[in-house]
């Protein structure tokens, strides 16, 4: 459906209210912010990279994991989707826990330890401080897109390892690695379409054992009837970009984040959407 279907009902009429958008109707809200609110696609990546990096940490807080689990592996694809888990990436790299002990064990907000010997001169000097997400990322196809390049270029900068393979064997991974984001395909891309690469990385990715956090649409999976296909993926935790999109009704993971604070009320209103109000300055919320 295009646009202007979104507002075929008679004057004064609002369109029914959803919590799910189809293909058509995604595309038109994306062009609606390309378009009509003058969005740049640099700034849609960052701002959809950015949640999804926070909603990894609301799913897998810093001080809810082992330092194994600290590891985050992010299989990029070169469409849409891939550039976004490239700065999802770079943003896990600099997102640090300062949580401290305060004495005998309470927790502050603070990047120091007071008490028992300990002071602002040994600033989170204890075992496990800081507590960072290490970040990793494989490629399975390099994108010649300017976009990809310049993510690519922060990441390397930025001292993220890129993978020069994925191992076939899932248990280097599982072993490796606390928590995979899968930011292969987008919408509309079967894994057929996108190259055997890609249909290699997401046959490995399917047999995990490790948690998989999918990106707007799960690889493999048809946007609008979800993943029953074969070489889909079972994330369990779910990041809809802007309004989750038809196939999020099938989702039966743990976690499901919606990234779309950026959408401006009028198009929020304008397609109907009805999603849960975002906390305080949080960019997720979830459903």
Request: aromatic fraction near 8%; proline fraction near 7%.
């Amino acid at each position: 459906m295009s646009s202007s279907a979104c507002t075929d009902k008679g004057p004064g009429e609002a369109p029914e209210e959803r919590r799910f958008l189809s293909t058509s109707e995604a595309a038109a809200l994306e062009r609606e912010l390309l378009d009509e609110y003058r969005f740049g696609r640099l700034q849609l990546v960052e701002l959809c990279g950015h949640a999804s990096a926070v909603a990894v940490t609301k799913a897998f807080p810093l001080p809810s994991l082992s330092r194994k689990q600290r590891t985050v592996l992010v299989v990029c694809g070169p469409e849409q989707n891939g550039a976004v888990g490239l700065a999802c990436a770079r943003h896990l790299r600099v997102f640090v826990s300062s949580r401290v002990l305060w004495g005998g064990g309470a927790e502050l907000g603070l990047g120091f330890r007071w008490g028992q010997g300990w002071g602002p001169a040994a600033a989170i000097t204890g075992p496990g401080f800081p507590q960072e997400y290490q970040p990793s990322i494989f490629c399975p196809v390099r994108s010649a897109d300017a976009l990809h390049r310049d993510l690519t270029t922060q990441c390397e900068k930025m001292d993220i390892p890129f993978l020069s393979f994925l191992p076939a064997e899932v248990r280097l991974i599982d072993d490796a690695y606390g928590l995979v984001v899968d930011a292969v395909l987008g919408p509309g891309v079967r894994p057929a379409e996108a190259g055997g690469p890609c249909a290699r990385a997401l046959a490995t990715l399917k047999r995990l054992s490790i948690p998989l956090v999918s990106l707007d649409v799960p690889s493999g999976w048809d946007a609008e009837a979800g993943g029953d296909a074969q070489d889909a993926v079972q994330p369990d935790v779910l990041v809809s970009f802007a309004a989750p999109k038809s196939c999020a009704g099938r989702f039966s993971g743990r976690h499901h984040f919606v990234a779309g604070r950026f959408v401006p009320e009028d198009v929020r209103r304008k397609f109907g959407l009805r999603l849960p109000e975002y906390t305080g300055t949080d960019c997720v919320a979830a459903l």
